[in-house]
């Protein structure tokens, strides 16, 4: 889609293009993480660290990517063909998303908690309450920042150059190698986040937006942390409520959370056909192909103006009427040639009763 998201049927010369633009739009992400991560570092410290460096960076990318957009690829609403089009009904799928992923988790943590390995702990302070919200706000920006960044801008023009189900698994194995860099990551986790990749990358295409990923990212991890208290990818965002797993690393995942577990595996594959499913009218509705029409090119917007110009100039006076013929030139006079038909009717009477037979009265 030219304006609202990937291009289809490019030449090769422009699929090479949006190879590079692809690389340059990665190599931003990764410095724009390095910029507000410091900015944070140096600006704040305590619990507001973290919403300061995730927002930074969220502000970062959309910038960045927008001006891209706008440059590279000539769209008139960079924002939009992101993927973060305000179409009717994105509240619903953003919904649609964070009860998926809700769901999800749920299923992960549902099996530790059967086993007796989840030791919860409640903390009542008003501090923890504070930090509830302030958790659910980074969550939100976290999640939305990573959507931007790995369903955005960079993998549209990944999809151009390669396809979208190469442009898929390729994406889904570069976020799963970010992802080794946090505590407690290992191979487990990292199959779980390339899953977790290509369920989102998924759920964009069928969409063309990113409102049900990001809230398939938000539901999933909000959960995990906030109301289980269990780390996300590694990383402690627990509030009011802080959990324990014990158990064997396939099942709690260890240090590194439910999502280095085997369970999660499974968990990510049933919801990724149960995602295909439910998106089915989505993906009617906005995945379908672009139809480019043939013959020859038209500037439309040329020929709409020059009509425009057209009617809006001045009227010209409307040239005088032509005289046409329509009987013979005579130089008789009017009354004569009105009484022409009438004589001619009286000849070819005289001449009809003259070829008739004379009448005789028949012998007595």
């Known amino acids: 889609m030219s304006e609202f998201g990937p291009r289809g049927n490019l030449r090769p010369l422009d699929r090479f293009r949006a190879l590079g633009f692809f690389m340059v739009a990665m190599v931003y992400f990764l410095l724009a993480q390095i910029l507000s991560g410091s900015a944070a570092r140096g600006l704040t410290s305590g619990d507001g660290r973290e919403l300061l460096a995730r927002t930074l960076l969220l502000f970062l990318l959309l910038v960045g990517y927008a001006g891209m957009g706008y440059a590279f690829q000539g769209q008139r609403e960079p924002l939009n063909a992101m993927g973060l089009v305000r179409r009717q009904g994105w509240r619903r799928e953003f919904a649609l998303g964070a009860a998926l992923g809700w769901g999800g988790m749920l299923a992960c943590v549902l099996p530790i908690a059967l086993a007796g390995g989840l030791l919860v702990t409640v903390w009542h302070s008003p501090r923890q ?126 240090g590194y959370g439910p999502e280095g577990s085997l369970t999660a595996v499974v968990v990510l594959v049933v919801s990724l056909v149960v995602l295909v499913r439910i998106t089915r009218e989505y993906a009617w509705k906005y995945a379908q192909p672009v139809i480019v029409a043939g013959g020859i090119p038209v500037n439309l917007d040329a020929a709409a103006t020059k009509v425009h110009e057209a009617a809006q100039a001045p009227s010209a006076e409307p040239p005088a009427p032509k005289l046409v013929q329509i009987a013979a030139m005579t130089s008789q006079s009017p009354s004569v040639i009105a009484d022409a038909p009438a004589q001619q009717r009286i000849a070819s009477q005289t001449k009809i009763e003259a070829e008739l037979p004379i009448e005789t009265e028949p012998p007595l």
């Open 129 to 254: 309450f504070g930090l509830l919200l302030l958790n659910l706000v980074v969550l939100g920006i976290a999640a939305l920042g990573e959507e931007v960044a790995f369903r955005g801008y960079p993998f549209q023009r990944l999809v151009e150059a390669i396809g979208p189900t190469t442009a898929t698994i390729l994406m889904a194995v570069f976020f799963g190698l970010i992802h080794l860099r946090n505590p407690g990551a290992t191979s487990a986790s990292t199959l779980v986040t390339v899953l977790s990749g290509i369920l989102l990358a998924t759920a964009y295409l069928q969409t063309r937006a990113l409102w049900l990923p990001w809230g398939f990212h938000f539901g999933w991890n909000a959960v995990m942390a906030i109301l289980f208290g269990l780390p996300v990818s590694g990383l402690d965002f627990s509030a009011m409520v802080e959990s324990n797993a014990v158990g064997p690393r396939w099942l709690t995942g260890g």
